[in-house]
């Protein structure tokens, strides 16, 4: 089945042509990301009402090339899937009410996808991952452990405190001097830096459960900032190393705890999987702070194409095409929503509107 996916929850205008098989291999036909990032870099930071605006204004062509590039028409459509929450309100109707006007013009049926369910399922459209499996889901607004039990059945483990680990990054970047994002940016500048230069409190380390917090860390590098000030860039890159060390101990950290709890709850699953998905997943170090603790379990750890770990089109596709594969679909009445934790998505009743 062939479903359209449109994603403009953020600071990216996409749009993706997604094919599911019945035994439910994904195969990407197009993939468009159009990012803002020019747009909102003045202003250190992704501002709702331009990120609005610069999605109707992009969204048509957007989708255009989608369809194009995968060499199809809305009459060659199974479905369309959009991005109903959680997010940017003004970005989310953006791309929202075009998928319900290309599903009522096209009477095709409509997925309001779960952005961040979009996030979860990456993995099952690169790698064939059966369920139930592990997520971590480390992005620009969450950071959490979740078991994914099926398509709409996640059960949160672990979550963030105060700052998601993606927010964490782009603060760090800003009181660092580095451009926006921050993420990409304090990577480049690690790579050349010395990690044990600075020495950064490892929050909530060793700690039970699965819970993460970065506000004091946060606050711990503007001071060493503050006390090594002015800053040369040797500087910045040793304390873009330290702050990225001290991140991927404590995710490798939390992790451990989370894949613990799954083999205990799992001791049939000889070798389960532990999912990396979000923004933040595209970050080497933290990538590879997670294999080792993966692997050191027994663990198989999979993670999306850096490309499909931000945001994207062919992951809400992806999410559609999970759902419509089991008969389900939203009304023309699927509401916005700005905030939509991913434990309370619920298997809808077909054309519920829910
Ligand atoms: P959410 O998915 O929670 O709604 P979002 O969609 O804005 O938030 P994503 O697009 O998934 O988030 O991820 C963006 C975040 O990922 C930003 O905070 C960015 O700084 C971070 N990020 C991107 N690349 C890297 C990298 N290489 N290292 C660290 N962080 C990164
Ligand atoms: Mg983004
Ligand atoms: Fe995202």
Redesign the pocket.
Known sequence: QLVLGIET????TAASVVHRSDDGRGMIRSNIVLSQIADHAAFGGVVPEIAARAHVEAIDAVIEAALAEAGVGFADLDAVAATAG??LIGGVIVGLTTAKAIAFAAELPLLAVN??EG?ALTARLTDAVAFPYLLVLV????TQILLVRGVGAYERWGTTIDD????A??KT?KLLGLPY????A??RSAASGDASRFTLPRPMFGRAGADFSFSGLKTAVRQAAEAAAPLSDGDVADLAAAFQATVSAVVADRIAHALDRFRAEFPAIAVPVLVIA???A???A?RSGLAAEAEARGFRLVAPPLAL???NGAMIAWAGAERLALGLADGLDAPARPRWPLDTVALPMIGSGM
Not at 9 to 12: G, H, I, L, R, V
Not at 164 to 167: D, I, N, R, S, T
């Open positions: 929850s953020c600071d990216e959680p997010g952005h961040l996030h992005s620009g607004g969450h998601a680990l993606g927010e990054f782009d970047a994002p921050g993420g990409p304090v990577e979000g923004g933040v595209a970050n080497r933290l770990c931000t945001d």
